[in-house]
């Protein structure tokens, strides 16, 4: 590499870095990265726009504003205190039911969003039972990263590899369902088996059963204490719904998903009738700054030949063995997602797969699946590893309720492992089948 090829490498490790350690903003580190390289003449402004993947920022803006209206609408708060109710106080079913309901809110919601949601509400009725919170809504995290994996729209990793590469929604739900629902409900299993003591049926206890129903009445009128304004309600499930359909039937269509995202947010806008500067600000725009920043640094090292050379000398050097591909992109994104942001390390990934596959084409887009479940699982591992992680935590910091690094891991890094595990199985026995 020439020495001017190594100026977007220095950055883009600086950036990495200021990221990691919280040094600065991601979007600001993302943002002032791509500034220095202007400065330094590596790239031009002109030549950076072609960088910026527009068709993953036109669906997160519209999936952003679609969810912005559902929230508006009290969609999430209701079917939240529904599932509170059936719940019934049993700590069982507090963790399995709340887990499948954010791991399938998070196959078509971003996984924030859901933890937002789903987080207080199952601290207000855990601790109001004399649980601990903590174990639940690590539980609640990892049901959302592991939920978000099944859809190109689910996770931030999927929806750039969906923008990148041209996989359709269709073809990450038929790929991606079998190890995501074994895996989720293998965790499920794995928090029950470990932690028994903290899941004892109430049952035989008359007063807490008492006291658990005034609870549930409790959360029913603090979180419900507005007026549901059902045509508004129904008009935003409605466009949801549109949107979901045209994602699924993309191949008679031909829509691509950023354009049916962002064209049924400013329909559900217009016939809404909402406070578009207010929705706006549904808009986590810092985020669009940061994957925008991403794009163009990691484009200008391909554009100077950097990912090619660590594509030969790093995953190329270990042959072309297709088995050992495919578990080698898996286990790397699952580690590496554990301590670094996964959208950054997904946006280097994809040129690398891209010559990987150039060297040893691979059938059905199996190394896609291999980096998807790698980023998105993975992100389960740490505190740090996905941004659903730091949100749940911080909820829980407000509440009251210290969640250590240690602590954390030391609950995640088993189910984390058994997941990563899982999807080997499932990766080689799809590629014996294909092979």
């Known amino acids: 590499m020439s020495f001017n090829a190594l100026i977007p490498v220095f ?17 600001t580190a993302a943002v002032l990265g791509v500034m220095i390289l202007f400065i330094f003449g590596v790239i031009d402004v002109h030549s950076a726009a072609k960088f910026i993947d527009f068709e993953t920022i036109m669906l997160l803006i519209g999936m952003m504003g679609i969810v912005g209206v559902l929230k508006k609408s ?28 954010t791991a399938v809110l998070s196959a078509f919601l971003d996984n924030v969003t859901t933890v937002l949601i789903m987080v207080p509400i199952i601290i207000e009725l855990t601790r109001g039972m004399g649980l601990d919170p903590k174990i639940y ?50 965790v499920i299993f794995y928090f029950l088996a470990t932690n028994r003591s903290r899941f004892k049926p109430i049952d035989d206890n008359l007063a807490k059963l008492f006291s658990v129903q005034l609870l549930i009445e409790k959360i029913d009128i603090d979180f419900l204490s507005f007026k549901i304004d ?12 549109v949107a979901l359909l045209l994602f699924v039937t993309h191949t008679i269509t031909h829509l691509s998903a950023g354009v049916v995202a962002l064209t049924m947010a400013m329909i559900l806008f217009s ?14 725009w810092s985020t669009l700054l940061f994957f925008a920043g991403l794009f163009i640094l990691v484009g200008a090292m391909e554009e100077k030949g950097v990912i090619e050379w ?24 699952g580690i590496a997602s554990g301590f670094i942001d996964n959208i950054p390390f997904t946006i280097t990934m994809i040129p690398i797969v891209n010559m990987m596959l150039q060297n040893t084409p691979i059938p059905n887009n199996i190394l896609w699946w291999a980096l998807s479940l790698g980023a998105c699982f993975g992100g389960n591992l740490t505190l740090i590893g996905a941004s659903a992680n730091i ?16 602590q954390y891991m030391r609950w995640s890094a088993p189910g984390t492992i058994l997941s990563l595990m899982i999807s080997s199985i499932f990766l080689v026995v799809y590629l014996w089948i294909y092979l």
């Open 11 to 27: 950055v883009f490790v600086a950036v990495y870095v200021a990221i990691s350690f919280e040094w600065l903003h991601k979007a």
């Open 74 to 101: 009290g969609f999430f708060t209701i079917l939240t205190v529904r599932i509170a109710k059936l719940t019934r106080g049993e700590p069982v079913r507090i963790l399995v039911m709340f887990s499948i309901a």
């Open 137 to 186: 809504v690590v539980a609640l995290v990892m049901a959302s990263n592991l939920g978000g994996t099944a859809t190109l729209i689910g996770d931030p990793p999927n929806i750039i590899i969906g923008s990148k590469v041209g996989l359709t929604f269709n073809q990450f739900i038929s790929n991606l369902f079998i190890p995501v629902v074994i895996s989720s409900v293998s």
């Open 230 to 241: 059902r045509p508004f309600l129904i008009k935003s499930i409605s466009c949801m719904g």
């Open 271 to 284: 016939i809404t009738r909402v406070d578009v500067e207010h929705m706006l600000l549904e808009v986590e």
């Open 310 to 333: 660590v594509a030969r000398n790093i995953f190329l050097s270990v042959g072309d063995n297709p088995y050992v591909m495919v578990l080698m992109v898996l286990w790397v994104s």
């Open 391 to 406: 949100v749940s935590v911080a909820i829980l910091k407000r509440s009251g309720e210290h969640v250590t690094f240690g």
